[in-house]
């Protein structure tokens, strides 16, 4: 199975419930490698959390090799998996509201990722096709969405910083942490430039927020600054841009 075909197609789907292999932390990639007992030659593409607490505990893992995945209620302790091959052959089809029928007598438990569930079947059964890289923009999003773990970071340093009224600050700093969410990956061929361009769009938008007179500047560059900074230790995407724009503050 192609992994840069799969990798594609995951990552054009816009989802709570789907997270890329590559987007996640190392200590979180660390978690699923052990809780799924997967080698590390098995290259990992995505997961499907169906964990309670999005812990990565249980789901669904595509791989290079195959699918693996742990129910989180049906026979929590078993792990399942099917090879390329096998599931190439088998027939998806969703046998309950949330109960996935992988293969003969193989179920995958989707309670905990239940309104992801059809678009989750349909991603299968796409990926069955023997033309599935050609059918990659049926099961992709418009543009990506900013996750609401964002939303709650943001919140979260206005409250520490004790502003009175959060309304319209909290939009200026949403359409500021939101900018990156507004770019596409696919035409940077690296992932630095990828990110140069999310530090790039950050930085527009405070300087024509702070243009255009938005609420204290200090104010927002701070509650800005602290967002970013707890969500590095959160997601990828704001590690690297954390990291960079330390780089860019040291050089001035």
């Known amino acids: 199975m192609n992994q840069m075909t799969l990798k594609k197609i995951c990552s054009s789907i816009n989802s709570e419930d789907l997270f890329l292999y590559s987007s996640l932390i190392k200590s979180k990639r660390r978690k ?17 959390d169906t964990s309670l607490y999005k812990t990565f505990t249980h789901g669904l893992i595509i791989c290079e090799k195959g ?17 390329w091959d096998t599931f190439m052959q088998s027939k998806v ?7 996935i029928e992988m293969a003969s007598n193989m179920n995958f438990d989707a309670f905990g990722c239940r309104n992801f569930t059809p678009q989750l079947v349909h991603l299968l059964q796409t990926i069955q096709q023997p033309n599935f890289s050609n059918n990659a923009a049926d099961i992709s999003c418009p543009k990506s969405e900013v996750p609401q773990f964002v939303q709650t970071a943001i919140r979260k340093q206005l409250n520490i910083l004790e502003v009175r009224s959060t ?7 949403l359409n500021i942490i939101g900018a990156p969410y507004e ?11 990828y990110y140069n361009e999310c530090i790039k769009q950050i930085l527009l938008q405070i300087e024509d927020l702070i243009r255009k007179g938005s609420a204290n500047s200090e104010v927002l560059l701070k509650a800005t600054a602290f967002t970013i900074e707890d ?4 997601d990828v995407l704001w590690e690297n841009i954390q990291q960079k724009m330390n780089l860019i503050e040291k050089k001035l």
């Open 167 to 173: 309304d319209a600050l909290y939009n200026d700093v």
């Open 93 to 99: 089809q969703l046998k309950d509201n949330h109960i």
């Open 183 to 193: 770019l596409s990956r696919n035409p940077f061929e690296k992932e630095e430039e």
């Open 32 to 48: 699923i490698l052990e809780n799924f007992q997967l080698s590390s030659d098995n290259k990992v593409i995505a997961l499907v």
């Open 231 to 234: 969500l590095s230790d959160k």
């Open 67 to 83: 699918l693996y995945w742990k129910n989180y209620w049906l026979n929590p302790a078993k792990r399942y998996s099917l090879d």
